[in-house]
């Protein structure tokens, strides 16, 4: 996948002026725009499914203008491996939340999300070849992304970060991707008890950092 821009040309017949605030005027300008980008990515792919979506149909969700897309991204892909990223980065934000409290409250509600997701609902009842190639971990950036992700969770729980604890996790989770479960809270609390051995307290491992 390329995540890579159009070079811009900028033309300036004077010097630039500095306004006060203009920067960040700009700056959360093309937050804004980016955030729709990312949603209408998603919403893209629910409606016409991963592979069918287009750029038109992204910038048309997103309420931009088809250049406008273009100068964020050039191809789809590079659209989906950044919502991929804006998605795994907000859910791991409020898993570490819950996990302060208890880690099974996390480890439910990172499940629900991933397995009501419509984007991945669709691509899981349409594109299986997709849905492959999503719930096979690799060593690419995004599982990397996942696997921190997860770490944090068991830090803010008082967890040991063990690569195989970490790697636990990471594969219960990507059972949501292929099906939602209604058990999933009941499965959250046993894995939470095996992390956890002793209900009460940190289960200390070799690896915790």
């Not at 309420?63 to 191809?75: E, M, P, S, V, W």
């Not at 690569?163 to 609390?189: C, F, K, M, N």
């Amino acid at each position: 996948m390329s995540s890579s821009q159009p070079v811009s040309s900028h033309y300036a017949s004077a010097a630039p002026i500095h306004e006060r605030g203009l920067h960040s005027r700009a700056g959360n300008a093309m937050a804004r725009t980016r955030a729709a980008v990312l949603d209408g990515a998603a919403r893209a792919v629910e409606k016409h499914g991963a592979r069918k979506a287009t750029m038109a149909d992204i910038a048309s969700l997103a309420g931009i203008a088809k250049g406008t897309l273009y100068n964020h991204f050039r191809a789809k892909e590079a659209v989906y491996g950044a919502a991929l990223e804006a998605g795994i980065k907000s859910l791991a934000a409020e898993c570490v939340a819950a996990a302060r409290d208890d880690l099974a409250d996390a480890l439910s509600l990172a499940a629900d999300r991933i397995g009501t997701h419509p984007a991945i609902r669709r691509i899981a009842a349409d594109e299986p070849m997709v849905l492959a190639s999503l719930v096979t971990p690799t060593d690419m950036p995004l599982w990397g992304l996942a696997r921190s992700a997860v770490r944090d969770v068991l830090i803010a729980a008082g967890v040991a970060t063990s690569a195989a604890s970490i790697d636990l996790v990471v594969r219960w989770l990507t059972t949501y991707l292929v099906a939602p479960a209604a058990e999933a809270s009941d499965q959250a609390g046993l894995l939470a008890a095996a992390l956890l051995p002793d209900g009460d307290g940190p289960a200390w491992q070799d690896g915790h950092q």
